[in-house]
């Protein structure tokens, strides 16, 4: 069974760093690729950014510049996310997902206040 356990959520003024993280487990294939997703209060869910078996990476322009996906090494099943110059924009539950499957974490509560 696949497990994707997160964590690095939590309360950060505007302006502001986070570190999210993500390890998979009970993976059985390689991955296509990992991303982060995050829903916001009455939105709908949709991807902040992915990293790909070749380490390529893709950022919603919402966060181009600001937030930075990244992986230990080509063989990690952990992801990172790291959250910079925060806004109340970003406040969401951000949710580590593999690219292709069903699998989702619980979820990593971000929020953003002053």
């Known amino acids: 069974q696949v497990q994707l356990a997160e964590s690095g959520g939590g309360l950060v003024q505007p302006g502001g760093s986070l570190r999210l993280s993500c390890t998979a487990s009970g993976i059985m294939s390689s991955p296509s690729g990992m991303g982060w997703y995050r829903q916001a209060p009455g939105k709908q869910r949709e991807v902040v950014a992915r990293?790909?078996?070749?380490?390529?990476?893709?950022d919603a322009d919402s966060v181009k510049g600001r937030f930075t996906i990244s992986r230990d090494n080509a063989a990690s099943n952990t992801v990172y996310l790291q959250m910079n110059n925060l806004t109340l924009e970003d406040k969401a539950v951000y949710y580590c997902?593999?690219?292709?499957?069903?699998?989702w974490g619980k979820g990593n509560k971000v929020t953003v206040a002053s």
């Open positions: 997902h593999i690219i292709g499957t069903i699998d």
């Open positions: 990293i790909f078996p070749d380490g390529s990476t893709k």
